[in-house]
C-alpha cells in the first residue's frame, strides 16, 4: 500500500489551525482507501497517531492505533479509531508527565504534562458522532493527535525543555 510523505516540523501546515471536515467527505468512495494509507503511514513510521497536517492537509482528521513500537515495545494494542472534527469536551485537573515523540519531529523526545481524562465528541469513520471517555495512554495520544489539528506540537506543551532529547539518548537513559 502507498504512504504519504510526512510533514515534518517547520512545514507551516504544522502551526495552522486545521479546517472542519465536511460530513460528506465520508461518503466518498475514496474514503476509506485514504482511511487505509493513513494507517499504513502510521505503523511504516512506526506512530501510534496519525493527524492529516502531518501529511500535509490542513483537515480535521486523524488516525489512532495504540499498540507496540520500537520505542514502547509492551504497549497493548488497541482498536483502530478515526477520529473527525474532535472537540474535548472535558479533561480532568489531574496531569500526567511522559515521553512523547512526534512523526513530524523526527528523533526527539521530551517529556509532556497531558491531562490523565479527557471526555472527547469526534465522528467516526461512518459518519457517526460518539463521544467517549479515555484515560491513560490513550488520552494522552487523542490530545497529542487534536494538537496537531489545532496547530501545537507538543513541545508546546513542555514545562521543562531539558527533558528534550534525541531518540539516541532517551533509547540509552529513559527506557
Known amino acids: 500500500m502507498n504512504i504519504f510523505p510526512l510533514t515534518q516540523f517547520g512545514d507551516p501546515v504544522l502551526r495552522k489551525k486545521a479546517k472542519r471536515m465536511k460530513p460528506l467527505l465520508v461518503t ?3 474514503f ?6 493513513m ?3 502510521m505503523r511504516r513510521a512506526d506512530g501510534v ?3 492529516a497536517p502531518q501529511i500535509g492537509l490542513p483537515l480535521r482528521f486523524a488516525v489512532i492505533e495504540v499498540g507496540p513500537t520500537k520505542s514502547r515495545p509492551g504497549r497493548k494494542k488497541s482498536e483502530r479509531i478515526v477520529i473527525i472534527n474532535p472537540k474535548i469536551l472535558s479533561a480532568s485537573k489531574e496531569k500526567a508527565y511522559d515521553w512523547e515523540g512526534c512523526l513530524s519531529l523526527d528523533g526527539v523526545r521530551g517529556k509532556v504534562p497531558r491531562h490523565r481524562k ?8 461512518k459518519g457517526v458522532t460518539r463521544m467517549r471517555t479515555v484515560s491513560g495512554f490513550l488520552a494522552r495520544v487523542f490530545q497529542h493527535e487534536i494538537d496537531h489539528l489545532n496547530g501545537t506540537l507538543y513541545v508546546d ?10 531518540l539516541a539518548e532517551f533509547r540509552k537513559r529513559v527506557k
Open 28 to 30: 466518498k468512495p475514496d
Open 32 to 37: 476509506p482507501q485514504f482511511i487505509a494509507q
Open 39 to 41: 494507517f499504513s503511514t
Open 49 to 51: 497517531g496519525l493527524a
Open 118 to 125: 479527557i471526555i472527547v465528541r469526534y465522528t467516526d469513520e
Open 157 to 166: 506543551r513542555m514545562d521543562d525543555m531539558k527533558t528534550l532529547s534525541t
